[in-house]
Structures are given as C-alpha cells and as structure tokens.
C-alpha cells in the first residue's frame, strides 16, 4: 500500500494538472519529486515551469483522546498524523537584452508566477483530495512568494506552498 506521502503528493498532482476551472495562467505538469528544491535548475531546464510536489515532513503521531494529550489511555484507538507537502514552483528567467541588470528586471514574469501561486494556494484552501477522501485539510502557507537569492544570483523563480493535510487511520 502507498504511503500516506505518496497518496497526497498524488492527489495534489491530479487536483492540480486536472482542474477544469482554472489553468492558473501559466502551462506546467506537476509532479512528486524529492527535488532539493533550494538548488537552482540547471540551465538545460530553463525553458519550462517545474511544479515539484516534495513530501515535506514526516508525520506527528499522536493517539486520539478526548482532547487530553496527557491521557495515557486512548479512547477511539485511531492514529492521527499530519502529512505536510511542498509545492515548489520554478523556472529560470531570460531577460531581454534591453534590460539592464537591477532587481526589477524580471518583475513581469515575476507577477504572472507569483498569481499562479497564490491561485494555486486559493484551491487548496480547505480543498478535499478527490483520490484520497480520508485526507482532511489543515492548512495553505504560502512559504514564498520568491526567493530572491535565486532571482538575483541564478535568473530563478522559485515560489513554495506548505499544505497540511491529516490523516486518520
């Protein structure tokens, strides 16, 4: 049977590639990853968006018990973890050769990335995981909305969604 990791990372995939509403503006394919999403692509990827669903932590476990974490004694026997996923969202950026080399020289494409983003977030918001029912929202954080570093050394956007999702077994 597939980790609780996988059967969310994968469901984000398919709410994401799937969604008849919305294409968020930009063209991209989600997929699991265990990229080390702080590391710049390499040049040979610039020319497309990468959308990396990374499992992101390892979930808590904790025994369900009349809201008293103290008691030893569990009272329905279920297992309750969160299972929290990154979505990473990045892509070099060309200038063109008329820009000159400030901050502001990406600020364009900056804004149509960062829009996704936040649209992306806005879904995920109390979003239930058609292929995976028994998951149950708990949290949208948008960890960045840029990560500048990558946009002043490496011609790099890079935006990050945390979403928690918990999980009863």
């Known amino acids: 049977m597939p980790s609780s990791f996988e059967q969310i990372a994968d469901a984000l995939i398919a709410a994401l590639n799937d969604d008849p509403v919305t294409n968020f503006g930009v063209d991209f394919t989600a997929e699991r990853s265990y990229a080390e999403w702080l590391i710049p692509l390499k040049v040979a990827d610039a020319s ?3 959308v ?5 932590s390892y979930p808590t476990f904790t025994l369900a018990s009349r809201g008293n974490p103290a008691a030893a004694t569990p009272v ?7 299972v929290k996923s ?3 969202m990045r892509q070099r950026l060309v200038a063109a050769e008329s820009d000159d080399d400030g901050a502001g020289r990406f600020n364009q494409d900056v804004d149509v990335l960062a829009a996704a983003l936040e649209e992306m977030a806005l879904l995920l918001t109390e979003y239930t995981l058609p292929t995976y029912e028994t998951a149950t929202w708990v949290s949208t954080e948008i960890f960045t909305l840029a990560v500048g570093e990558h946009l002043r050394e ?9 979403v928690t999702y918990e999980v009863v077994n």
């Open 48 to 50: 497309r968006l990468r």
């Open 52 to 56: 990396d669903i990374v499992p992101e």
């Open 76 to 82: 329905r026997g279920c297992v309750r973890r969160e």
């Open 86 to 88: 990154r979505i990473v």
């Open 154 to 162: 490496h011609s790099q956007y890079t935006g990050v969604i945390d």
